[in-house]
């Protein structure tokens, strides 16, 4: 298995799980919060997506799927286009609805389209290239896939998490 298979099965199990995730739930659940400062799974799910869809339109030089593919007007969040959840008090975690999951779902399902075009055209010698110097150590663009893997699977993991509760 080389590179672009390994991550391309990694962006894979994370667009798996967010099914999996989002499955059969409904507004209500989705929205659920276990406390007032929690996480929803709506939140977790669109914030994930919104990162690697920010990260990865950055590397590839593209117009974010959020943009582009109309998803910003589609979801109607009362939040600006380049908003990607960092930072969200717990007001605009509240803010992040969705009627249906298959919104969150076909969201999320764009923006791995557009991470898979992105890196099947990547070669090994590519991950060595630094992509942002100002961190200490530069990041490469190895390092800033693998980042975005990391912070995906922590958050899918979140909203299973706090599925499971739902659902008991």
């Not at 298979?5 to 659940?29: M, P, S």
């Not at 990162?51 to 969040?77: K, P, S």
């Amino acid at each position: 298995m080389g590179s672009v298979e390994l991550l391309t099965d990694a962006f894979g199990r994370i667009k798996e799980t967010v099914h999996d995730v989002v499955g059969g739930l409904d507004a209500d659940a989705l929205a659920y919060r276990v406390d007032d400062e929690a996480n929803s799974i709506a939140w977790l799910v669109w914030h994930l997506t919104r990162v690697q869809d920010d990260h990865i339109a950055d590397v590839a030089d593209r117009e974010q799927v959020w943009t582009a593919g109309g998803w910003a007007e589609r979801f109607g969040l009362s939040l600006p286009d380049e908003d990607t959840g960092y930072g969200h008090s717990s007001e605009d975690v509240a803010a992040v609805r969705v009627d249906d999951g298959k919104l969150l779902t076909g969201y999320h399902d764009a923006v791995y389209e557009q991470t898979v075009d992105y890196i099947s055209g990547i070669t090994d010698a590519d991950l060595d290239v630094v992509i942002d110097e100002s961190w200490d150590p530069p990041v490469t663009l190895g390092v800033r896939l693998v980042s975005v893997i990391g912070d995906d699977m922590q958050h899918v993991g979140q909203a299973a998490f706090v599925r499971g509760i739902v659902l008991r």
